[in-house]
Structures are given as structure tokens and as C-alpha cells.
């Protein structure tokens, strides 16, 4: 599920950048932390990196019993995490304005998309997820200046976006049937 959203997101971003500009091909490159000097060396345009993914706590109980015929199952809520990903320049100056207007493109698609869901992204049904939202992360500088230096990469002009609920599993998976509660034994 993780790498259907990623993909997702990263080919709706880029079919509204090409329908706004002139830019042929993708304009944002999916980037691997690691390699990021490497990178910058072959690509150009926007860097999307996903920088953590994140648990998400439903309830504070992460199982529930269910009744199921005679007796009740226990039965374990889905996994649901938070995607985030980092959208950034590739910051040669010779390129710094054009890569400018493509993140305020990034930043229009999301004002514009700021959830998907079957009915808008008819794709998600293929590969089984229901929907999600993105929302923009107000960072302060400090924590600003720490995300960069955590990815080992100098600063360039970035937005960071939020991406949830994604959920992993299925709820009807793991399922145990508790006898304690059984009806018969009542």
C-alpha cells in the first residue's frame, strides 16, 4: 500500500505540473535519501522524498471482539500510518527560478487535491486503498534545520506534506476465536 500511494501521488503531481507548463516528461523525480548528490547531478526539476513514515494510534485498545457465531473473535484493528514526504529544488542557480514556479505547481496541485479517494482517483480502487488526504507540515525553522540536517543534504527551498490515513492489512487476517466468551458455555 505504501509504494501504490507513493506512485499515486507521485504521478497526479506530475500530470498537473505537464498540464500547466511546458514541461516535457516528469518534472518531479522520486529521490533516495542517500543518493541525493548523485541525483542532483542527473535530474532536475523537484525532488519528492519520502523522509518517515509513521504509525498512527486508532484507539487505544489495537484489538476488538467481534461476535462470530456462537462465540466472539478477536479481531486486530488494520495497521494505519502517516507518509511524509519532502518536495525540494534541486538547487543549481542556473535553474533556481524554473524549479521555483514547479514546487508553487506542487503546492497548487495539493491545494486543489487535498484528498483522494475512488470517486476523484479512480486508480485507488485497482490497488485496494479507499482514500487518504495530504496536508502541508508548518514547520518552524528549527525544526526546519533539523529535518535537512537528518537527511545529510543541504538546504534547499522545500514543502513538506503529510499523507494519511494508509492502511496495512486486513482486518479480517489474525482472527482467534475466544472461547471464554463463548455463548455455549454460558
Given at each position: 500500500m505504501l509504494h501504490h500511494c507513493t506512485s499515486t501521488i507521485l504521478s497526479e503531481v506530475n500530470q498537473y505540473i505537464q498540464s500547466k507548463t511546458n514541461v516535457k516528461g516528469p518534472a518531479i523525480s522520486l529521490s533516495i535519501l542517500g543518493n541525493s548528490q548523485i541525483e542532483s547531478k542527473y535530474s532536475k526539476g523537484i525532488f519528492m522524498r519520502l523522509v518517515d513514515i509513521a504509525s498512527v494510534e486508532l484507539r487505544s485498545n489495537p484489538t476488538q471482539y467481534v461476535p462470530q457465531g456462537d462465540g466472539f473473535v478477536l479481531r486486530k484493528v488494520p495497521e494505519a500510518f502517516s507518509l511524509y514526504f519532502l518536495f525540494s529544488t534541486d538547487y543549481k542557480a542556473a535553474d533556481l527560478l524554473k524549479n521555483l514556479e514547479l514546487l508553487a505547481y506542487v503546492a497548487a496541485f495539493f491545494q486543489h487535491k487535498s484528498h483522494f479517494d475512488v470517486a476523484n482517483t479512480p486508480v485507488l480502487q485497482e490497488i485496494g486503498i479507499d482514500s487518504f488526504s495530504v496536508e502541508l507540515v508548518k514547520m518552524a525553522p528549527s525544526e526546519r534545520s533539523m529535518l535537512w540536517k537528518s537527511l545529510h543534504t543541504p538546504y534547499?527551498?522545500?514543502?513538506?506534506?503529510?499523507?494519511?490515513?494508509?492502511?496495512?492489512?486486513?482486518?479480517?487476517?489474525?482472527?482467534?476465536?475466544?472461547?471464554?466468551?463463548?455463548?455455549?458455555?454460558?
Amino acid at each position: 500500500m505504501l509504494h501504490h500511494c507513493t506512485s499515486t501521488i507521485l504521478s497526479e503531481v506530475n500530470q498537473y505540473i505537464q498540464s500547466k507548463t511546458n514541461v516535457k516528461g516528469p518534472a518531479i523525480s522520486l529521490s533516495i535519501l542517500g543518493n541525493s548528490q548523485i541525483e542532483s547531478k542527473y535530474s532536475k526539476g523537484i525532488f519528492m522524498r519520502l523522509v518517515d513514515i509513521a504509525s498512527v494510534e486508532l484507539r487505544s485498545n489495537p484489538t476488538q471482539y467481534v461476535p462470530q457465531g456462537d462465540g466472539f473473535v478477536l479481531r486486530k484493528v488494520p495497521e494505519a500510518f502517516s507518509l511524509y514526504f519532502l518536495f525540494s529544488t534541486d538547487y543549481k542557480a542556473a535553474d533556481l527560478l524554473k524549479n521555483l514556479e514547479l514546487l508553487a505547481y506542487v503546492a497548487a496541485f495539493f491545494q486543489h487535491k487535498s484528498h483522494f479517494d475512488v470517486a476523484n482517483t479512480p486508480v485507488l480502487q485497482e490497488i485496494g486503498i479507499d482514500s487518504f488526504s495530504v496536508e502541508l507540515v508548518k514547520m518552524a525553522p528549527s525544526e526546519r534545520s533539523m529535518l535537512w540536517k537528518s537527511l545529510h543534504t543541504p538546504y534547499s527551498p522545500s514543502l513538506l506534506y503529510k499523507v494519511g490515513l494508509i492502511f496495512i492489512g486486513d482486518a479480517a487476517m489474525d482472527l482467534k476465536v475466544v472461547s471464554a466468551f463463548s455463548s455455549r458455555e454460558r
